[in-house]
């Protein structure tokens, strides 16, 4: 692809949800889509029936313009997928875009693969995640059910079926081959941050810590979604054992999801009230105030299917501001860390092993500086989004000389 048709390049994107609902999901797409839109390419934006009943049909979020599908009650799978395909097709034919880019899940690949077998556009498929394996572990099905199943099935249809196929990371790259997808059609494209939001070591917000009672305290924090697959109980189990030894320890989570009623019931269960700070989903523009003040990111994942295959984000943005962080030993923190970051990690699922980590970490602290600044320049040569999304350009490329698939397919 020339630079000059690059510049022209124009790029229809369809996703499961964006802001201003909160995730890592939504996140990292008004990161692409930004730093596409650097690149000089022309992006349009359509999200799914899952951003939720909305009587709009057009919004624009955080400098963004996205097209809504709408939503209606009840409506289940086949024709949720019917309704993003129509209004896949409207725009399509009215963009006329060179492409279209699924990203996950796979409920968004087969609509857009049935309007690009009709209109003649290639379909990238950007596969965050495996359908089947983020229903078991967010706990709508079972691992081997008729429905994981069905699901595996229908993802394996669609990865057979994209032009191109883009992931995260590499554990999913693998097991994509395993499924039979030939490893040259797939290109890995990995989370990043953009180191530029992100201030290195900045000093506490000091505001913020009074509102919060911080003042002196040891802070261990995490960000994020209250997921099972977390592993947050961990950190409220290590409160309960250090609590004697460091009487100034707080845990500070940021954030909210399925598992937050669970917590606080845990944390009356422990007597940790006065220990355990909620404070609930913040914007993305605030959260670095959060990150200033703590001492050290907790990331306590627990070993399952997808954790150990998928790579988070948030741990990135904590090593731009210069954090101190440790990560379970899963698969995915394992790849996202990389060797140089070993010493980071601790046996997942072990209170007693995160116990000896952050004691430590805390009895190292004449190494603190040096840590600080391998993080950052870590996330400043390897894991800026600048690099990430020019990966695409080879993406798009080869997306657009290959030949349409002519196998069936129906919606």
């Given at each position: 692809m020339s630079a000059q048709a690059a510049a022209r390049l124009r790029i229809l994107h369809v996703l499961d949800h964006s802001a201003p609902l909160h995730s890592g999901y939504s996140f990292r797409t008004l990161a692409i889509l930004r730093e596409q839109q650097r690149l000089g390419w022309q992006t349009w934006h359509l999200t799914s029936p899952k951003q939720g009943h909305s009587a709009l049909v057009e919004e624009l979020v955080d400098g963004m313009h996205f097209y809504r599908t709408p939503s209606r009650a009840g409506t289940g799978l086949m024709a949720q997928m019917r309704l993003t395909a129509k209004r896949l097709a409207e725009l399509a034919r009215s963009m006329r875009?060179?492409?279209?880019?699924?990203?996950?899940?796979?409920?968004?690949?087969?609509?857009?693969?049935?309007?690009?077998?009709?209109?003649?556009?290639?379909?990238?498929?950007?596969m965050r995640a495996s359908w089947e394996d983020?229903?078991?572990?967010?706990?709508?099905?079972?691992?081997?059910?008729?429905?994981?199943?069905?699901?595996?099935?229908?993802?394996?249809?669609?990865?057979?079926?994209?032009s191109h196929i883009t992931t995260i990371c590499e554990g999913l790259r693998a097991d994509m081959v395993a499924r039979g997808v030939a490893a040259e059609r797939i290109t890995v494209i990995p989370n990043a941050v953009d180191p530029e939001a992100f201030a290195y070591c900045?000093?506490?917000?000091?505001?913020?810590?009074?509102?919060?009672?911080?003042?002196?305290?040891?802070?261990?924090?995490?960000?994020?979604?209250?997921?099972?697959?977390?592993?947050?109980?961990?950190?409220?189990?290590?409160?309960?054992?250090?609590r004697w030894r460091h009487p100034r320890l707080r845990i500070l989570l940021v954030?909210?999801?399925?598992?937050?009623?669970?917590?606080?019931?845990?944390?009356?269960?422990?007597?940790?009230?006065?220990?355990?700070?909620?404070?609930?989903?913040?914007?993305?523009a605030d959260v670095a105030r959060y990150y200033s003040l703590m001492d050290v990111l907790v990331y306590p994942?627990?070993?399952?299917?997808?954790?150990?295959?998928?790579?988070?984000?948030?741990?990135?943005?904590?090593?731009?501001?210069?954090?101190?962080?440790?990560?379970?030993?899963?698969?995915?923190?394992?790849?996202?860390?990389?060797?140089?970051?070993?010493?980071n990690l601790f046996a997942a699922g072990d209170v007693g092993a995160l116990e000896q980590a952050v004691e430590a970490l805390l009895a190292s602290r004449q190494h603190w500086p040096a840590m600080r600044q391998q993080a950052r320049q870590?996330?400043?040569?390897?894991?800026?989004?600048?690099?990430?999304?020019?990966?695409?350009?080879?993406?798009?490329?080869?997306?657009?000389?290959?030949p349409a698939d002519t196998g069936p397919l129906t919606i």
């Open positions: 875009p060179h492409l279209i880019h699924a990203h996950s899940p796979v409920l968004n690949a087969l609509p857009s693969l049935w309007v690009g077998r009709r209109l003649g556009l290639p379909v990238v498929y950007e983020a229903a078991v572990d967010h706990g709508s099905t079972t691992e081997g059910s008729l429905r994981y199943r069905a699901s595996r099935a229908l993802e394996g249809f669609a990865l057979q079926r994209a900045p000093p506490p917000d000091l505001a913020l810590r009074r509102a919060l009672g911080l003042e002196g305290a040891l802070v261990l924090g995490f960000v994020g979604s209250f997921y099972a697959y977390e592993g947050l109980h961990l950190l409220l189990e290590l409160a309960a054992r250090m954030g909210g999801g399925p598992q937050e009623a669970v917590l606080k019931q845990r944390v009356a269960e422990l007597s940790l009230q006065h220990v355990v700070l909620f404070v609930g989903r913040v914007a993305q994942r627990l070993p399952m299917r997808l954790t150990e295959l998928v790579t988070p984000l948030k741990p990135l943005e904590a090593m731009a501001q210069g954090l101190l962080l440790l990560a379970s030993d899963v698969g995915g923190h394992r790849e996202l860390l990389g060797a140089r970051f070993a010493s870590y996330v400043e040569s390897e894991r800026s989004w600048s690099m990430s999304v020019a990966r695409y350009r080879a993406v798009y490329q080869t997306a657009l000389v290959k």
